[in-house]
């Protein structure tokens, strides 16, 4: 027997838990998918922020006092072409607006790899549990089917 002929043997109990440890995993990993896609979201809303604060004629500008933006506070920058900008570690910088957006462009491509690196990982898993389910419910079937075929009845219900 070749290699790829081989079968690999488990019981129903080792198929059951190998299932409930990729559902965890799986689980785990839409939470990081959540949280980057959070994260992304918020960069370029920093990005999109500088943009307007540089590019706006206005004297006082609406700002969020909070992510959510559920309060704003009318303010007046007192300088348009500088920012402070957090650049890992909880280490912030005082950068130029288009070294601040190239800081920015490059935590969002970051951020991007590891969000598509995450999403390939669920589907991966994803179709592993889907097989898995396949295989599960055809041992089950078979066991019904071998059970009725030596005489035994299924368990009835009350």
């Known amino acids: ?8 043997v488990i019981s129903v109990e080792q198929l059951y838990a190998l299932m409930n440890a990729i559902k965890d995993e799986l689980d785990g990993l839409r939470v990081v998918q959540a949280q980057l896609s959070d ?32 309060v704003l ?17 909880d280490v912030y910088v005082k950068l130029g607006a288009n070294e601040a957006q190239k800081v920015l462009s490059k935590r969002e491509s970051e951020i991007l790899k590891r969000l598509e690196e995450v ?25 019904q089917m071998q059970g009725r075929a030596s005489g035994q009845r299924p368990p009835q219900g009350s």
């Open 1 to 8: 027997m070749s290699e790829k002929e081989r079968k690999v």
């Open 39 to 70: 994260l992304l979201e918020r960069v370029r809303k920093a990005k999109e922020s500088i943009d307007a604060i540089v590019l706006s004629k206005d004297e006082n500008l609406l700002l969020p006092l909070e992510p959510g933006a559920l």
């Open 73 to 89: 506070s009318s303010m007046r920058p007192v300088d348009r072409e500088n920012f402070i900008v957090n650049v890992g570690l």
């Open 119 to 143: 999403t390939q990982k669920i589907n991966e898993l994803s179709q592993a549990y889907e097989q898995y389910q396949t295989i599960l419910q055809t041992a089950v079937a078979q066991a």
